[in-house]
């Protein structure tokens, strides 16, 4: 649900003349720590969408090693993120 979201919201930002990128998770096992560290020498930060307590979000912090900031729009559940909410996360983070 929140990879649909996330091209959604990727969508939308660029239309709004946005440069985001989108890392898709298909497993979690084996985490892509490399991938991340390259991105985190390259990148403004992260913001992982999760419905839940952020536990990938934990994971690449972690792996980005304080060079870029992560960041997280996520809660429990019950409700979905919308792309709307992410790319408003997106304009107050780094644009």
């Given amino acids: 649900v929140s990879a649909r979201t996330s091209l959604a919201a990727v969508d939308e930002a660029r239309e709004k003349g946005m440069k ?13 720590e490399d991938r991340i560290r390259e991105l985190s020498a390259r990148v403004k930060g992260f913001l ?9 979000h934990l994971e690449v912090e972690r792996c980005a090693g304080g060079r870029a900031p992560a960041f997280l729009v996520g809660h429990p ?10 790319v408003g996360t997106l304009r107050e983070l780094f644009f």
């Fill in 20 to 32: 985001v990128g989108l890392l898709r998770l298909i497993t979690v096992w084996p985490f892509p």
């Fill in 48 to 56: 992982t969408v999760e419905i839940n307590l952020g536990q990938i």
């Fill in 77 to 86: 559940g019950g409700t979905i993120i919308t792309p709307e909410q992410v």
